[in-house]
């Protein structure tokens, strides 16, 4: 795990643990007895250590936190590199973060090249550095960058590092030579005074400015996240307590977050977010299938969603054409386009460069010639059944045979809409979430036609756009929305009896929602969600009038209806289920008006409000949708739980510290989710969505841990 070699005075430490030589318990050991070698061998002068293949060690192995801790412990290692009587120089390439950056600043002397990266990102795992990192960072770049870096986790590319005195020198060429040729050079240097735990913290004294200035600016920016406070904590000893002091305080806090539940949330959503790459489909998978190349796209529809798409393909460098139906809706969505790109790089999202660039990438278009030799395409037009044929239809005619054909559908079918095209096999689903340039879900779905080679295409393209694809069998609603059905509808089943739209928002935002569902409603528009009622109510061949009660043999509540027709349609009116200061504006409050028309809608159906508690409101939503969730699992729509957290977190904010909903269910305890789930079939017997699902009542029954759940889903897939 650790090569041990000599070159004329220099001993080479050469970490090889692929694929991003984790400090695991072999590398520790192979680092110690490396060290001392190196020590005690009388031909060597200085020590250099180094990562073989991509990158410097990325940091500890997270696969063996929550285990045993097997000595020698990364500190320990650390202290021999910091007293060893040779210096010991840390060639840096790839990403040197959390213990790999540990690692490297117990090293005497850093040295990079300019593609490398440092960070601290355990926060992200919710913890904070183990090894003394929040107590020697600060000695080296002072308090403030020291409190930012540790409690953001950032990358810092090697440039900036230097700056901030992390790295001593930038080097180029062949890493390993150059890193000899310093290690020699400062063999005839003292390098005592290297070690940073002799230096001082600058203006320590300032400590209580900083500390409350990062405070805040943690609190606000990861809300509810433990860790971020906690960095700043140990980052604020370095200066307020001993070196010895501050290392046992860093410890202590260590130890809080790892025992904490967010800790293990975070871990879980780190893996799940790989996991999810290993996609899998009939006929083929990650491994087998190849993406196509994508050199060029189109995107049909310049409203929202798609001057949305066209960002995200533009910023990543991707050619597109834009294509409306007319001059008036081209134009307004170039400019929304370049709104979107001014804001970003005004909030330092996106370069001016890449701004520059994407100006001259966008080709908006009234003709469907234009596109007829992209590689792909992703169409983002009205939600409409017909609508989407009829453009799937002419795009089977104009495009290129091996043009991937995307629809950014968000619930309609995909075999509905490949059955308009000839090619079947080249259409798959890309489904954007709003904002489509921030959200970072991308719901890429497969029909039963649908070939791998499309869905791998997609999954690359999802990469390459800087999102985070999950892969999903065709359904209504697939994944995301189909979870959200219930958890939607029950928000206003539960105004509907009595809960007011503030109460079930606060809820939600206490449990870590960014915002609660009324305000999510008010935010994508009271008129959009009657249109899509009205919608459905047409693929029931019946329609929507003020005596509905039941849709599709489901509970319906016509609340939503009364606000559209008193022209209430959320933020873009001023005025939904909240009070907004201005025509879209943003600042919710409660609005008498609003619950007059709950208390109307309320007495002329002769409901009786009754009072709610906030366990009920969190249940009824939480736990309807982890139903919907065993059910997509049971039918196959995914194939891992890890599927649907990670779309809860990057498709509706899901606070990551609680690893998502189905991650959630299995810490509350799956038996208790399935009792309560029947509780609410009795008392709530008009909605479908709690009829409790026979794999959740299965894993519950036989008490399944959540890593075995993929196992019994196949299985009662079989
Ligand atoms: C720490 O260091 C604590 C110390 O301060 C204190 C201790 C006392 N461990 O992301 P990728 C796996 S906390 C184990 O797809 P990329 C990953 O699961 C740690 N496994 O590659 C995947 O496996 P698979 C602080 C790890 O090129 C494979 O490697 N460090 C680890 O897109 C490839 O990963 C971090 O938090 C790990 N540390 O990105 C860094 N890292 O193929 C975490 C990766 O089976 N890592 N794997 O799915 C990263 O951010 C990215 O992996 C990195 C490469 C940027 C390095």
């Not at 690692?103 to 926060?123: C, D, N, T, W």
């Not at 606000?220 to 980052?235: H, S």
């Not at 189109?298 to 995200?312: D, E, K, N, Q």
């Not at 054909?405 to 968000?410: D, I, K, P, Q």
Request: charged share 25%; with cysteine; aromatic share 8%.
């Amino acid at each position: 795990m650790v090569d041990y070699s000599v070159n004329g005075s220099v001993a080479v430490l050469m970490v090889n643990n692929p694929p991003v030589n984790a400090l695991g318990h072999a590398v520790r050991v192979g680092l110690k007895t490396g060290i001392e070698r190196g020590a005690k061998d009388s031909r060597v002068r200085s020590i250099i250590i180094i990562g073989k293949g991509q990158t410097f060690p990325a940091g500890a192995d997270i696969r063996e936190f929550g285990k045993p801790s097997k000595e020698p412990w990364l500190t320990a290692v650390g202290n021999l590199i910091k007293t060893c009587s040779k210096p010991v120089v840390a060639a840096i390439h790839g990403t040197c973060l959390g213990g790999g950056l540990e690692i490297a600043l117990f090293s005497h002397y850093r040295i990079a090249v300019s593609s490398a990266r440092v960070g601290f990102p355990e926060v992200t795992l919710g913890l904070l550095p183990g090894a003394g990192g929040s107590q020697r960072l600060s000695r080296l770049t002072g308090l403030p960058v020291a409190m930012e870096m540790i409690s953001s986790g950032r990358h810092v590319p090697a440039r900036k590092a230097k700056e901030y005195g992390i790295i001593d020198e930038i080097v180029s060429g062949d890493l390993l030579k150059t890193a000899l040729k310093f290690a020699q050079e400062v063999q005839s240097r003292p390098f005592k005074d290297r070690c940073l735990r002799y230096k001082v913290v600058p203006n320590a004294d300032r400590v209580e400015e900083y500390a409350s200035a990062a405070l805040t600016q943690v609190k606000k920016k990861y809300k509810g996240f433990e860790a971020p406070v906690a960095c700043v904590q140990a980052v604020r000893s370095s200066a307020e307590l001993s070196y010895e002091e501050g290392m046992k305080r860093e410890r202590d806090l260590f130890l809080q977050l790892g025992q904490s539940g967010q800790a293990k949330a975070q871990q879980y959503a780190f893996f799940a977010e790989r996991a999810v790459t290993k996609w899998q489909m009939p006929g083929g998978s990650y491994k087998t299938a190849k993406p196509l190349p994508v050199r060029s796209t189109a995107v049909i529809g310049a409203g929202t969603m798609g001057s949305g798409i066209a960002v995200c393909l533009l910023s990543a460098g991707l050619p597109v054409y834009l294509l409306e139906q007319n001059e008036k809706f081209l134009q307004s969505g170039v400019k929304l386009i370049e709104s979107i790109m001014a804001g970003s790089v005004k909030l330092g999202k996106v370069s001016m460069e890449t701004a520059k660039r994407a100006a001259t990438l966008l080709k908006p278009t009234l003709s469907y010639d234009d596109i007829k030799d992209v590689d792909l395409v992703i169409e983002a037009v009205f939600e409409n059944l017909d609508i989407k044929k009829e453009v799937f239809s002419k795009l089977d005619k104009i495009c290129k045979p091996s043009a991937i054909l995307c629809t950014n559908t968000s619930t309609i079918d995909i075999n509905r809409i490949s059955s308009a095209t000839s090619r079947p096999e080249k259409v798959v689903g890309t489904h954007f979430f709003a904002p489509a340039y921030h959200m970072k879900l991308l719901e890429n779905i497969y029909g039963t036609k649908t070939s791998p080679e499309a869905v791998a295409t997609v999954m690359k393209l999802g990469k390459t756009i800087n999102k985070v694809p999950v892969l999903v069998k065709s359904c209504h609603g697939f994944l995301a929305n189909r979870m959200n059905a219930p958890f939607s509808s029950e928000a206003i089943f539960l105004v509907e009896e009595g809960a007011s739209p503030q109460e079930v928002d606060q809820v939600n935002e206490d449990f870590g929602m960014p915002m609660g569902p009324f305000k999510v409603r008010d935010l994508s528009g009271i008129d959009i969600s009657w249109r899509i009622n009205r919608e459905v109510a047409k693929v029931l061949g019946t329609s929507i009038t003020k005596e509905t009660r039941f849709l599709g043999g489901n509970r319906y509540c016509g609340l939503n209806d009364d606000f559209y027709d008193k022209g209430r349609y959320g933020r873009k009116t001023g005025k939904g289920w909240y009070l907004y200061e201005k025509v879209g504006g943003k600042t919710a409050v409660a609005d008498p008006e609003a619950e007059e028309i709950i208390n109307s809608y309320r007495q002329s159906r002769g409901i009786v409000k009754r009072k709610i508690t906030p366990q009920e409101i969190f249940e009824r939503q939480f736990y309807s949708a982890i139903n919907e969730g065993f059910r997509i699992l049971e039918e196959g729509i995914c194939n891992m739980p890890e599927e649907i957290d990670i779309s809860w977190i990057y498709g509706f904010s899901y606070p990551k510290y609680r690893g998502g909903p189905m991650f959630y269910a299995s810490q509350i305890g799956l038996q208790r989710v399935y009792d309560r789930i029947c509780h609410y079939h009795e008392t709530c017997p008009y909605s479908i969505h709690w009829v409790p699902n026979r794999l959740l009542k299965k894993l519950a029954e036989n008490n399944v841990p959540f890593t075995q759940w993929a196992n019994h889903v196949s299985k009662s897939k079989m």
